[in-house]
């Protein structure tokens, strides 16, 4: 079974930048206009997906 | 090899804190630079895009292209049905904040700033005893470097630049909303001079619902929620519950969506660092109950570029004299930017019968009177004298 991971739904996510701004670890990035996960430095603590105003990411 | 570029100040993001800061800027004969990431100055849209007549003329003369309405009215409504008007003959504007971007770009241009679309700050450089060279850029694929004598950050809720000088901007998730808006055609039942305003603990947890008229029968309606009390609940969900609400059966256009974040106050320790300015929401400077960010940002965007100004203008000697921003900023501003940031505290917990009660009170208080200004101070006394059990309230600030 995989483990878990932050996922992007890009269609969904309108690259508001909050949850750059919320993440602890700067795991998330917008280079320039994608919104992207480094999988390295996130801990899946779950700030991103409490604070996005949409369903664009998920714990999966 | 070819040198750096040399500027004056180079200011990042063409948003209304960039785009003042650089038209104060160049307006004063600066080397100017502006780098904008997106190809489109005002796009895309992450805003409600509404401000008070008096937020916009004290920081910059009114172009009326910029204007998608004229707001005479503010009416606001409880759960229960508590309702207030508010009238005054010039209580503020709904801007096209993309013609109002694109305006005070062009302005800059026009004075000599260099503006640079489609080009990303990746990185500064120097640092050492607080003193940035520059920064290092990337545009189609290539970076480069330029260099500055003064940096201004205006980058927005990323605030990519503040972090990069040492400011930790992260936002806590208590202390943001998470906001979800649409822009509507054929709006029913409108009134294109009101800005409307819904409150309620189910339908905007911690914050309130919006309609913003923008002319031609359109309006911005939106909803924020703060996270720390929304249980959950997603701005774009109780945005579709609120539509719903609002407008029944009759289903307006929705021609665009935006949502975003809208960080609190966090007072002035994310302005200045060494040569790095930060200004609007990327130095989180903005109301924190009506979450009102343009009329702070253009405020710091010009504070900032008046303290660069004489910086530079005096010989660029002591870098204490970039102090005067957020000195200028806290004595302007300051005062009504903590005591919003003290009503949130309240805000967030209000059952809706405190709403219900609040609004009913106000409506007693103020009626349908022609208003120049609320004060909130006098709101509070008042409030005092004619609804102690509103007092209860205060209970929120402790615990």
């Known amino acids: 079974m995989a483990a878990s991971e932050l996922t992007v ?52 | 090899m070819i040198p750096d570029r040399q500027f004056d100040i180079v200011v990042v993001g063409a948003g ?81 904040r993309r013609r109002f971007e694109q305006g005070m770009a062009d302005m800059a241009a026009s004075h000599g700033a260099e503006i640079m679309t489609e080009t990303e700050a990746v990185g500064l450089t120097g640092g050492e005893n607080g003193r940035f060279t520059g920064l290092r850029l990337l545009n189609g694929g290539s970076e480069f470097n330029v260099s500055s004598e003064v940096i201004i950050a205006a980058d927005g809720i990323e605030s990519l630049i503040a972090r990069w000088a040492g400011l930790d901007t992260t936002l806590s998730i208590d202390h943001v909303d998470s906001a979800a808006q649409y822009l509507f055609g054929d709006v029913p039942d409108l009134d294109p001079t009101c800005l409307e305003f819904y409150f309620g603990a189910s339908l905007a947890p911690g914050g309130y619902a919006w309609v913003f008229p923008k002319g031609n029968g359109t309006a911005n309606v939106g909803i924020a929620v703060a996270p720390v009390v929304a249980n959950g609940r997603k701005a774009i969900h109780a945005l579709a519950d609120f539509v719903k609400w609002r407008f029944g059966s009759i289903t307006p256009k929705p021609l665009k969506r935006s949502v975003g974040g809208i960080p609190e106050f966090c007072g002035r320790r994310y302005m200045l660092r060494g040569n790095v300015m930060v200004t609007g929401d990327a130095a989180r400077l903005l109301d924190s109950v009506t979450g009102a960010g343009i009329a702070n940002a253009l405020w710091s965007g010009r504070l900032a570029a008046e303290a660069a100004i004489a910086y530079l203008q ?86």
């Open chain 1, 9 to 60: 739904d890009h269609e969904a996510c309108s690259e508001c930048a909050l949850c750059v701004a919320v993440c602890p670890y700067e795991a998330l990035v917008l280079r320039p206009t994608q919104l992207q996960v480094i999988q390295e430095e996130c801990i899946l603590c779950d700030l991103c997906v409490i604070a996005c105003p949409t369903e664009a990411l998920a714990i999966e």
């Open chain 2, 314 to 399: 005096e010989g660029r000697g002591d870098l204490a004299r970039l102090k005067e921003y957020p000195k200028r900023w806290m004595d302007e501003r300051g005062r009504e930017m903590r005591f919003f940031l003290w009503i949130r505290n309240i805000l967030l917990k209000m059952t809706d019968a405190d709403f219900d009660d609040v609004v009913g009170f106000l409506g007693t208080a103020y009626g349908n009177r022609t208003i120049t200004a609320i004060d909130p101070i006098h709101v509070l006394k008042q409030g005092l004298r004619h609804r102690p059990s509103l007092l209860r309230l205060a209970r929120h600030l402790i615990w």
């Open chain 2, 16 to 96: 209304p804190a960039g785009g003042l800061a650089a038209l104060t800027a160049a307006r004063a004969g600066l080397r100017t630079l502006v780098v904008e990431k997106h190809a489109t100055i005002g796009e895309p849209l992450c805003c409600a895009e509404a401000i008070s007549c008096c937020g916009l003329t004290d920081n910059i003369p009114l172009d009326r292209n910029w204007i998608a309405a004229d707001i005479e009215r503010c009416y606001l409504r409880s759960p229960g049905g508590s309702e207030i008007d508010f009238h005054h003959p010039d209580a503020g504007y709904v801007l096209s």
